[in-house]
Every structure is written in C-alpha cells, then in structure tokens.
C-alpha cells in the first residue's frame, strides 16, 4: 500500500493544449505525448486536449472550423492573421475573451489538475494564462510553448510569462527575443515529431518489399496533408505521364499518393487505370516507413511534413503554402538548398523525372542538405527539459511560477 502511494506521489500530469486547426497541432501534441511514455512511462499521465472545442461556448467552440474555411479562402485568411499581429489588436481581443469564457476555461484546467501545461497553439497562452492568474488556481502549475511553426510566427506564440518557449529554429528564436521573452526562457531543440521517425530507417529495397513497391524503381511521395488538400489529382497524372518512357514502354521511377483523410480523392485515384506504379493510400498510421521508401516528397509547406522529410534525408518540392504562418517555410527550405518551390503539377513532374535520371547528384545532394537540417531527437530533448522543470520547481522563481 505505501508503495502504491509513493508511486502515486511520483506521478505527475502534463496537460497539452491543442486546436485542430489544421493537423500539425495534434501531431506535435500526440509526439510530446508518446515521448513521455517512451522515456518515463507511468510516472506523467499525459492528457491532451482542443481547450476551445471541449471547454468553451459557442462561437470559441468554433474556432477550428472556422479557421478550416478561411485557409480554403486565401484573402479573409491573410486579413485574419495580419490583422491581429499588433497589440492593440490582440490583446484587447484575448481580454475580452477571456471575460466571456474565464469559468468554463477555469472548470477545464481543473478537471485535469496539471502540474505543467504544454501549449502547442498560438491561441493557447494569453487567456489561459490571464485566466490562471485572475483565477483561484494552483500558484505552482508551470506553463509552456512549444512553437510548431519553422519561420514565419504569429505574435501571440510569444508570452512574456511562460517558464520555457521551445523554439523550432534560430529563426524562430530571434522573433521570441524581439517579443520580449528572456534568453533562459528559450531552447532552440527542433520542431517534435513522432518518436517512431527517430528510429533507424530501414533498408529502401527492405521497405518497398514490404509495402508492395517496386523495389528497384525511385519513388516519390505526393503528400496532400492531413486533409488531401492541393492539386494532388493533377500532380499524380503530370508524374504518370513524366515518368513513363513511351519510347522504353517502361516506367523510370514509381508514384505513392497520400490522400490523407480526403476518401473522395482516395477514391477517385484508386478507380484509374495507372500505366504505372501509383500506389494510393487514404490516411496512414505509418508515414515514417513510406518516407523511408521513397527518395523525394512532394507537399505543401507544412512544417510537420517538412520536419519529418528531414529526418528522412528526402529532397522537398514544395506546391503551395498557408499564407501567413506557412509563407516562411519556403525559404526554409529552398534558401538551405534542401529542396525546391513550383505550384505547377506539368514542371513538378519534370523536375523529378530529371531527379530520377540525368540530376540524380542534385536529387542526392539536397538529401544530405535536408539530413544537415533534421533534429530527429527534438521531442526527446524538450520532454526531458520539461520532467527537468519540474524536478527542479522548487528553485524556480516565484515571480515565474505566479505567472506575474
């Protein structure tokens, strides 16, 4: 019994909030959640959750759908996130929100009773944490960001009161410092990705086999997001139509489609009759193994997927980008030479056609730039820097801790 009680003693709770608006908030808060489990299993129960869709009213309860409808609308998304960078557009807006949604916010918080909160959204600091200090809460409950964007940040990822901000790139880094934050509140790990993309990739011939490829054949990898956004159709038929020699009557390389949760797309591909390897797939569980079978990637500029292609040395061609958060991506990873911008299917498909034959050691070079770039070990740095915290919460200052 007393051991039980002492092992009860030990576990602390780790609550990550999260929106789905878009699919990189989940994927960064279910990495930090797996890597809690891998390196400390039961001593953190980890719980995460969409603080506005479960614990406010609506419209804030409606917050991820409507952010799905003004992304598909490129002009009201750019007045919505470049209209509120200043802050006295913000802060008056998070004020007044947070009058409005203070008790169900509060009654949230305490259903999960955190010993540190993790905030993977931009949305996620300001009104908790206003909430937190006005509220009857816990005074020693540790807040912290960890920013999933590589670049081009919105200001309300950056609050002065956090414990830790841990930043994805030096790029990301210097914006916090000019937003006020203190250099021993910032780590600069890398952007968390799933603990399975850490591990050793497989043999390419190996991976194929057992994913029904061609085991010869270059691959490339036409990624639609988590939603098959972009023109995946027309992509996958410009690369069919590029990669098969008429002349040879043979195919120079293969096609994978990740249609992603998108089963209208997923169905419509799977019923052509392909002259060709395409292998389409819907949603999968297993990215970092089709990663690890093909030779380059062709996504929008999602920094998740970008993330992950690093870790996996594959060249990038990037289609299309959210404007706003998004837009600094693409000279992420084209200025580091690891892979190139084009929106058109007809020149995306030349480009690879020529990575699969005469520009192969362009192909092979933009590899070992995009491996140069990956922090495969991120999610394991930051969550031994936030059971580090905690461990420590005793020394940390007060006027921290009280999120003064």
């Known amino acids: 019994m007393e051991l039980m009680e002492l ?10 909030l999260m929106s789905d608006t878009g699919g990189g908030h989940r994927a960064s808060a279910e990495a930090i959640k797996a890597a809690f489990r891998t390196e400390f299993g039961d001593e953190y129960k980890v719980y995460v959750t969409d603080l506005w869709k479960e614990h406010t009213p609506w419209p804030f309860n409606q917050i991820s759908r409507s952010y799905n409808f003004l992304v598909r609308h490129e002009t009201l998304w750019k007045v919505a996130f470049h209209g509120t960078v200043p802050r006295c557009v913000h802060c008056p807006q998070f004020v007044a929100a947070s009058a409005l949604i203070a008790r169900k916010v509060e009654k949230g918080l305490r259903k999960y009773q955190p ?24 005074k020693n409950i540790l807040f912290t960001t960890v920013i999933t964007d590589l670049n081009t940040c919105h200001p309300t990822w950056f609050h002065e009161n956090v414990i830790r901000c841990y930043c994805p790139t030096t790029e990301v880094a210097k914006r916090a410092l000019d937003e006020g934050l203190g250099p021993s509140q910032i780590c600069v790990y890398g952007l968390p990705v799933r603990p399975s993309f850490c591990k050793a990739t497989r043999p390419k011939a190996e991976l194929r086999k057992e994913l029904g490829m061609d085991e010869n054949l270059p691959a490339v990898l036409l990624v639609g ?6 023109p995946v159709e027309e992509t996958a038929q410009a690369l069919e139509e590029t990669l098969y020699d008429n002349k040879l009557g043979k195919p120079i390389g293969q096609v994978v489609v990740i249609c992603g949760t998108n089963k209208v ?17 819907g949603f999968v569980s297993n990215m970092e193994e089709w990663m690890g079978a093909s030779d380059c990637i062709i996504t929008k500029a999602g920094p998740g997927t970008i993330a992950e292609a690093m870790i996996k040395g594959l060249p990038i061609i990037l289609n ?16 580091n030479g690891a892979g190139l911008f084009c929106r058109s299917p007809k020149e995306i498909a030349n480009i690879v056609a020529r990575w699969f034959g005469p520009d192969d050691a362009e192909l092979k070079l933009m590899s070992q730039n995009a491996l140069r770039l990956a922090r495969p070990d ?12 905690l461990r420590q919460r005793d020394s940390i200052p ?3 801790l009280s999120l003064s």
Do not use: C
């Open 320 to 335: 299309n980008f959210i404007a706003g958060q998004e837009v600094g991506n693409v000279p992420f990873v084209v200025d």
């Open 265 to 281: 797309l997923s169905s419509k591909l799977q019923s052509i009759h392909w002259k060709m390897a395409v292998q389409v797939k």
């Open 7 to 16: 092992a009860a003693e030990r576990t602390k709770t780790v609550l990550i």
């Open 225 to 230: 997001g988590g939603e098959g956004m972009g």
């Open 378 to 389: 991120a999610v394991f740095k930051i969550v031994h820097d936030l059971d580090d915290l």
């Open 398 to 400: 007060k006027y921290l």
């Open 115 to 138: 010993d540190i909160i993790v905030s993977v959204h931009p949305l996620m600091q300001h009104i908790p944490i206003r909430i937190m200090k006005s509220m009857d809460l816990p």
